[in-house]
C-alpha cells in the first residue's frame, strides 16, 4: 500500500500559469482533501470530496478547482496561479465511518 | 465552524525535560481531537486521537494527552523530550460526526515548533 500520494513533490511557476495537483489513493478511501499550509497558519481546508461525485468548498477555495476523478484521485487546478498561492499543497483521505484522515508527503508550490 | 487555538507557537526544552503543549478549541458540542506532528519536509504524522471515553489518551513516542471538556482543552504532554522530537506540532479538532459516519473536515491549529536543545 502507497497510501496516499501526490505529484509532483516540487514545482515552480510564473504568475498567470495553470497547473494541476494531482493526488491518488490505494485505500479505498471515500473522502478526500485539499489543504494548504503556510507559516504561522497551520493547514487550512481548500476543498474536500465526501464521496465520488461529490465536492465542496472549505475554508479558502478561491483560486482554485477540484475534480474528483473516480474514487482514488482527486485532483487540484490553479487556473491562473498567483504569488499568495505559494504554498505547501496537502492531500488527505478517510475510510467511510473513519475517525482519522491519512495524509500525503506534499506538494511543495511557489509562484514567481 | 470550529476555531482551535495553539497557545504557543515555539517552544524551546533541553533534552530530558517534559513538555507541555497546550491547545484549546471553541466549541463545547461533541468533537474528536487529533495531535498530529511534522518533521522538516516531510508530511503530517498521527500522534494520537481522543474520540470517546478515557480523557488521558497515549499516543505514538511517548506522548499523551487528555482531554478537558469543561475547559475545551486538549494538552499534549511528554515527561522526557529528545533531540528527536524536535518538530512542529499541530492540534486539530473535528466535530464527531456520529456512530458510524465518516469523519468530516479538520480544523486545525497554527502549530507549535517544539526545538529540543542539547
Known amino acids: 500500500n502507497a497510501g496516499v500520494t501526490q505529484t509532483p513533490k516540487f514545482q515552480v511557476l510564473k504568475t498567470g500559469q495553470s497547473m494541476t495537483l494531482q493526488c491518488a489513493q490505494d485505500?479505498?478511501?471515500?473522502?478526500m482533501y485539499w489543504y494548504r499550509q503556510d507559516p504561522g497558519m497551520g493547514l487550512r481546508l481548500i476543498y474536500y470530496?465526501?464521496?465520488?461525485?461529490?465536492?465542496d468548498k472549505g475554508e479558502v477555495p478561491n483560486g482554485y478547482n477540484v475534480s474528483r476523478l473516480n474514487k482514488r484521485e482527486f485532483s487540484l487546478r490553479l487556473e491562473s496561479a498567483a504569488p499568495s498561492q505559494t504554498s505547501v499543497y496537502f492531500c488527505?483521505?478517510?475510510?467511510?465511518?473513519?475517525?482519522?484522515?491519512?495524509f500525503g508527503p506534499g506538494t511543495r508550490l511557489t509562484v514567481l | 465552524a470550529q476555531s482551535v487555538t495553539q497557545l504557543d507557537s515555539q517552544v524551546p526544552v533541553f533534552e530530558e525535560a517534559p513538555v507541555e503543549l497546550r491547545c484549546n478549541y471553541s466549541?463545547?458540542?461533541?468533537?474528536?481531537l487529533f495531535w498530529y506532528v511534522q518533521y522538516p519536509n516531510q508530511g503530517l504524522q498521527l500522534l494520537l486521537k481522543?474520540?470517546?471515553?478515557?480523557?488521558l489518551v497515549k499516543g505514538i513516542n511517548g506522548f499523551e494527552a487528555e482531554f478537558n471538556k469543561s475547559q475545551t482543552s486538549f494538552h499534549l504532554r511528554k515527561p522526557s523530550v529528545h533531540i528527536s522530537d524536535t518538530a512542529e506540532y499541530f492540534c486539530?479538532?473535528?466535530?464527531?460526526?456520529?456512530?458510524?459516519?465518516?469523519?468530516?473536515?479538520?480544523?486545525f491549529g497554527r502549530g507549535t515548533q517544539l526545538t529540543v536543545w542539547p
Open positions: 486539530a479538532v473535528s466535530d464527531n460526526p456520529g456512530r458510524g459516519s465518516t469523519l468530516g473536515r479538520l480544523y
Open positions: 466549541s463545547s458540542v461533541s468533537v474528536y
Open positions: 485505500m479505498n478511501h471515500n473522502s
Open positions: 481522543y474520540l470517546s471515553g478515557s480523557t
Open positions: 488527505a483521505s478517510t475510510r467511510r465511518g473513519g475517525n482519522e484522515q491519512f
Open positions: 470530496s465526501a464521496s465520488e461525485g461529490t465536492t
